[in-house]
C-alpha cells in the first residue's frame, strides 16, 4: 500500500500537494488551508489514493453496514428550509403525515423476532409532538423491545422540544436518555456558516446551537454523527469551516461515531434552480472529508441518497460504511429525487455490493461493534437463513 501511495504522490507535479499528501502519509494533521487546497486543486485520483490509503490505514478491507429501520413520525413542520422538499408547514398540515405513538409502535413491532438491531427516528418539527410526547415513546419502545437501540431527533428536533419544555439542552438531553434515548443522528448541521444557513435555513437552530446539542449529549454519555448538506451554495471554504467546527469538537469530547456528507437533492423544493453536484465533485466531498477529519473514526456514505453503484464508488474514496437495510420507505430523500425511490435492501443485497468491489461487509451495532463477518459466508446461505438476511 505504501509503495502505491508513494508512487502516486511522486507523480504529483504540484509541490504544495505533496507536501500535504507526506503529512497524511506520516499522520500529520493538515490544516484548514490544506483541506482547501485540495478542494481546489487535487486531482481525483490523486484524492481518491490517499483518501483509501487513509481508509484502509484505520480499516483495511472492512466495510460496516447495520439492520435498521426508520421512523418518520411526520413532515409536518414549523420550519421552511428552501432545501427541503419532505416538510409541510404546518398550516398545510392535511398535505402531510402525522403518526400516533400507537402507529409508530406498530411499526416497532412489525420487526419483532427479526434481528435489527437499530431504529433511527427523525421527522418534521411539529408543535403538538413536544417532549413528553416523545419521551413516552421511547418508553413504550424500549419496554417492547429493550435491546434495540434507539437514534433519534436532529439538533433542529431537540432545540424546539426543549425550548417549548423550558428545558436548558442538558436537562432536555437527560430527560430523553432517562426514558430510552441511546444516541444521536447528524441531520439539521447543513452548512454552519451563517452566510449560508441565512439562505437556506434561516429560522432554525444555528451552528452554536447544533454543537452545544451534541456536546451535551457526548457529555451526558451518549454517541452522536455529523452531518453537511454540500452541493449547492456553499463554497469550498464554507465547506471547511463547517468540518473544522466538527473537529474541534470532537477533540474536546470524542463523541461523534462518524460524519455523513449528505448530496444536495434539486427535485420539488424552493432551490430546484439550482443544480446538482456531479460524481466527481461527490468523490471529492468523500475524500476530502477522509483526509481532513483525522479524528473521526468512521465516514459513511448513505446509499439511498447516492444510489448503489455510486455508494460502491464511495468505498474507493474514503468510506467504510454505508448505513444499512434502511427497511422501509423512508422519503427524506426520495421526495427530494434522489437516486432510490423505495430505499430497501436485503442484508444480501448489501453484502453483495459490497463483495462486488473487493471489500469485506461486516454487520456493526450503531456504535460499530462488530456483529458478524459476512466475508466467507455464502450468499444461499444469507438468503435462506432469516437470522442472516
Request: aromatic letters at 8%.
Amino acid at each position: 500500500m505504501i509503495e502505491n501511495i508513494n508512487r502516486i504522490v511522486g507523480q504529483e507535479k504540484n509541490k504544495d500537494l505533496q507536501h500535504i499528501a507526506e503529512k497524511i502519509i506520516n499522520n500529520q494533521r493538515i490544516s484548514d488551508q490544506d483541506g482547501l487546497l485540495l478542494f481546489e486543486s487535487g486531482g481525483l485520483p490523486f484524492l481518491g489514493a490517499l483518501a483509501n490509503f487513509v481508509r484502509e490505514r484505520l480499516h483495511g478491507d472492512t466495510t460496516y453496514f447495520n439492520r435498521n429501520f426508520h421512523i418518520e413520525p411526520t413532515n409536518v413542520c414549523v420550519f421552511a428550509c428552501k432545501f427541503c422538499s419532505y416538510s409541510r408547514l404546518y398550516a398545510n398540515r392535511e398535505e402531510g403525515w402525522e403518526l400516533s405513538i400507537d402507529q409508530m409502535l406498530d411499526i416497532v413491532k412489525n420487526y419483532d423476532g427479526k434481528p435489527v438491531t437499530e431504529v433511527h427516528i427523525v421527522g418534521g418539527v411539529h408543535p403538538k409532538m413536544n417532549l413528553p410526547y416523545f419521551g413516552e415513546l421511547l418508553q413504550k419502545i424500549k419496554a417492547h423491545r429493550p435491546s434495540l437501540h434507539i437514534k433519534g431527533f436532529t439538533a433542529v428536533e431537540l432545540d424546539y422540544m426543549f425550548r417549548k419544555a423550558k428545558m436548558s439542552v442538558e436537562e432536555g438531553i437527560q430527560f430523553l436518555k432517562n426514558a430510552g434515548l441511546d444516541s444521536i443522528p447528524g441531520g439539521g448541521a447543513e452548512i454552519f456558516h451563517p452566510e449560508i444557513r441565512e439562505m437556506i435555513s434561516h429560522d432554525k437552530v444555528d451552528a452554536d446551537g447544533w454543537l452545544h446539542i451534541h456536546e451535551a449529549a457526548h457529555r451526558a454519555g451518549m454517541h452522536s454523527n455529523a452531518t453537511m448538506l454540500y452541493g449547492h451554495l456553499e463554497k469550498y471554504w464554507h465547506r471547511i469551516d463547517h468540518m473544522q467546527r466538527l473537529r474541534q469538537l470532537q477533540d474536546r469530547t470524542g463523541g461523534f461515531n462518524t460524519f455523513i456528507p449528505l448530496k444536495f437533492r434539486n427535485k420539488d423544493n424552493e432551490m430546484s434552480h439550482v443544480p446538482e453536484s456531479g460524481i466527481i465533485e461527490d468523490m471529492k466531498m468523500y475524500a476530502v472529508s477522509r483526509l481532513y477529519l483525522d479524528n473521526f473514526p468512521h465516514l459513511k456514505a448513505y446509499w439511498p441518497m447516492l444510489g448503489r453503484q455510486n455508494a460502491q464508488l464511495t468505498l474507493s474514496f474514503g468510506v467504510n460504511d454505508i448505513d444499512g437495510t434502511i427497511d422501509d420507505s423512508t422519503k427524506i430523500y426520495s421526495m427530494a429525487g434522489s437516486e432510490e425511490q423505495n430505499p430497501s435492501m436485503t442484508t444480501a443485497q448489501l453484502v453483495t455490493l459490497i463483495k462486488q468491489v473487493k471489500r469485506k461487509p461486516v454487520e456493526r451495532d450503531t456504535l460499530y461493534n462488530s456483529i458478524r463477518d459476512y466475508s466467507a459466508i455464502e450468499l444461499k446461505e444469507i438468503e435462506t437463513n432469516p437470522m442472516l438476511n
